[in-house]
Every structure is written in C-alpha cells, then in structure tokens.
T-cell receptor, first 115, second 114 residues
Framework: ETGVTQTPRHLVMGMTNKKSLKCEQHLGHNAMYWYKQSAKKPLELMFVYSLEERVENNSVPSRFSPECPNSSHLFLHLHTLQPEDSALYLC??????????????FGSGTQLSVL | GENVEQHPSTLSVQEGDSAVIKCTYSDSASNYFPWYKQELGKRPQLIIDIRSNVGEKKDQRIAVTLNKTAKHFSLHITETQPEDSAVYFCAASIVGGSARQLTFGSGTQLTVLP
C-alpha cells in the first residue's frame, strides 16, 4: 500500500498492558502527526514531528509516548492507559514548506479499545 | 486560540437532494479553510479548500462558500449520491501556516438515503 500505512488496524488492551502503534509514510514528507479521533469530537492533535524533531506536544498525558526514528516512521507507545483513551488514533504526514498550506495525508487509523 | 464549530452533527438527505454543512470560526486571522471527507472505516481525505481572498469555490458537485465578515463557511453538495455518505470535517488555519495549526470541527455524519 502506498501513502500512509498504520498497524495494527485494531487493538484491544488492558490498562496494565504496554503496546505500540506504528505508522509509515511512503510520500517523502518531512512532517508526521498523531491525532486522536473520538466520537462527536474534533480531531485532536497529539504530537507533531518535523524533520524528525518533536516540535509540539499538546499536553498529552505521559502514558502516550511518541517516537520518530526517521522521517518515514512514527510510533506511539502506550502504557497504563485508561478506558477514556479508547478512540481511533490517526497518523498523518505532510510536506512542510512554510509557504503554502500543507495538505494532510492520513493513515486509516488504529481503533484502540482499553478494557 | 482558534475554535471551530460545525453543524449539524448528523444530516440525512434523499439521493439527488442537496446537502449543506456549516462551520463557524472564532479567530479573524484564519484565512484557509479545508474540508476533509472520511468514509466509514477509511482515512480522512481532503476534498476541497478555500482561501479568504475568494468567496466561493466549486469542484463538480461540491462547493464551499465563505463569509469572512460573519466568520462562517459552508460545504454544499448537490445531486447527492450514496457514495457521498461519510463524515465531513471542516478546519481553519492561516494561509502559509503549517498543517499542525489546523483546528478541526467536530464532524458531520452525512447519510444519503436511496
């Protein structure tokens, strides 16, 4: 698959588990994002990596830990989550130029359920 | 910061009818307004966007209008088809800004009834 791919598509975990979400982009972009999508709520930006450096963290709880080893890969490490963390987690990428508005390219998401 | 409100949260229309989704924004500095479509189980995708130097933009059956004075913008879908059924998100940002500056609305679930 081309574009932005996310694995796994579905994940069920207990509150004491540790798991990781993976995202890979094949578009040559220089920025990657994690969004949280909950029902009836706006997309919430969690983390941004630009040129592999984390540039923004919107006060996300420390039980979510991002990792960006290179410009094509992005991880979200999860530990001791709460039931309210159940949501669709979307990865996205874009090409930041500082001149034009960058179009976001999304992955299909990981549907996370915390029991 | 910017706040984007979107209405309605759900919308059902008969196939062939028109659908209108409205968004309001709070920051008068915002001047870039994209719309994303997310079909069931699929990823959000950009379908159309508008900048504040124009009042309307069309692409086949979809159009977006912008009223900068009132700080609201709308998505219009004409001759709706079943494949238009999806969640639609509006967003606001600044021209030339980073995608990280996008503020999204809460989404509208559009259902086109056959």
């Amino acid at each position: 698959e081309t574009g932005v791919t996310q694995t796994p598509r579905h994940l069920v975990m207990g509150m004491t588990n540790k798991k990781s979400l993976k995202c890979e982009q094949h578009l040559g972009h220089n920025a990657m994002y994690w969004y949280k999508q909950s029902a009836k709520k706006p997309l919430e930006l969690m983390f941004v990596y630009s040129l592999e450096e984390r540039v923004e963290n919107n006060s996300v709880p420390s039980r979510f830990s991002p990792e960006c080893p290179n410009s094509s890969h992005l991880f979200l490490h999860l530990h001791t989550l709460q039931p309210e963390d159940s949501a669709l987690y979307l990865c996205a990428s874009s090409q930041e130029s500082g001149i034009t508005n960058e179009k976001l390219f999304f992955g299909s998401g990981t549907q996370l359920s915390v029991l | 910061g910017e706040n984007v409100e979107q209405h309605p949260s759900t919308l059902s229309v008969q196939e062939g009818d028109s659908a209108v989704i409205k968004c309001t924004y709070s920051d008068s500095a915002s001047n870039y307004f994209p719309w994303y479509k997310q079909e069931l189980g699929k990823r959000p995708q950009l379908i159309i966007d508008i900048r504040s130097n124009v009042g309307e933009k069309k692409d086949q059956r979809i159009a977006v209008t912008l009223n900068k004075t009132a700080k609201h913008f709308s998505l219009h879908i004409t001759e709706t088809q079943p494949e238009d059924s999806a969640v639609y998100f509006c967003a606001a940002s600044i021209v030339g800004g980073s995608a990280r500056q996008l503020t999204f609305g809460s989404g509208t679930q559009l259902t086109v009834l056959p």
